[in-house]
């Protein structure tokens, strides 16, 4: 049962450019939530140069994905911590069927499992990684639309392109999402906790869907509990 109090346990699933980052990170703020990115916590690995940043560097920069077993591991062990308790936004994980079902092992007594699709056309995609920047200090993603912005507009930090954004590894990651990820959504399209959002709309009113979607499956929920309650009695 989903009472007002129930975690709201959130993956955003999405092709590469989608806007699961930034959508994560505004769901984040605005459920108080943290935040979870395997991307994220494999490029802090690279740049800290353990052995985690190690064997994945070599993979995340031909566009292909860490294995699943690591990857599980990871996040099991970022579930254990104490800030989950209220919820999380999950952004690259799950992104196999092996990854999936494990994700539902973990999560079993936890509360429900919501999934939101962002969809965005492939030409889109390609285009809109080609104008993303991140700072090199405090992790901003901008869209440089001109490509001529070299600051971050938040900390004035330097703002670089991501190893693997160039158009080639761009494309191999989009043939990688369709064979790998893609097929997460079958797994989780007939579950009352899975909606979709068009993603290609300005990211403010993709976050609107985006709650609007939330709210949608909480109302379900509670509507599908009263129903058994009340045919129970
Ligand atoms: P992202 O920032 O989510 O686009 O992830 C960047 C890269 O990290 C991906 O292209 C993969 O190489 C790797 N990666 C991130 N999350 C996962 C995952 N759940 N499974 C496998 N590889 C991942």
């Known amino acids: 049962m989903l009472s007002e109090t129930a975690p709201i346990n959130l993956v955003v699933l999405g092709p590469p450019g989608a806007g699961k980052g930034t959508q994560a990170v505004a769901f984040a703020e605005r459920y ?40 599980i591991a990871i996040v099991r062990e970022r579930l254990t911590r104490s800030d989950v308790v209220r919820g999380f936004v999950i952004d690259g994980f799950p992104r196999t069927v092996a990854q999936a079902t494990s994700l539902d ?88 906790t899975f909606r979709g959002v068009d993603g290609n709309q300005p990211a403010t009113i993709v976050g609107t869907a985006l709650d609007e979607a939330v709210q949608d499956i909480v109302a379900a929920s509670t509507v599908v509990v009263a129903a058994s309650e009340g045919s129970a009695g």
């Open 32 to 71: 108080e939530v943290p935040k979870i990115s395997t991307g994220d916590i494999l490029r802090d690995a690279v740049q800290a140069g353990s052995d985690l940043g190690q064997r994945a560097e070599t993979i995340m920069n031909a566009g292909s994905l860490v294995d699943d077993q690591l990857m």
């Open 105 to 192: 092992e973990i999560m079993v007594g936890r509360g429900e499992l919501f999934v939101i699709e962002i969809t965005v056309p492939d030409e889109t995609l390609v285009e809109r990684v080609a104008r993303r920047r991140v700072c090199e200090q405090c992790g901003n993603v901008a869209s440089v639309a001109a490509g001529v912005e070299r600051r971050c507009a938040k900390c004035g930090g330097e703002l670089v392109l991501r190893s693997d954004d160039t158009e080639s590894i761009v494309r191999e990651r989009l043939r990688v999402y369709a064979k790998e990820t893609r097929p997460l959504v079958d797994y989780y399209s007939g579950r009352p």
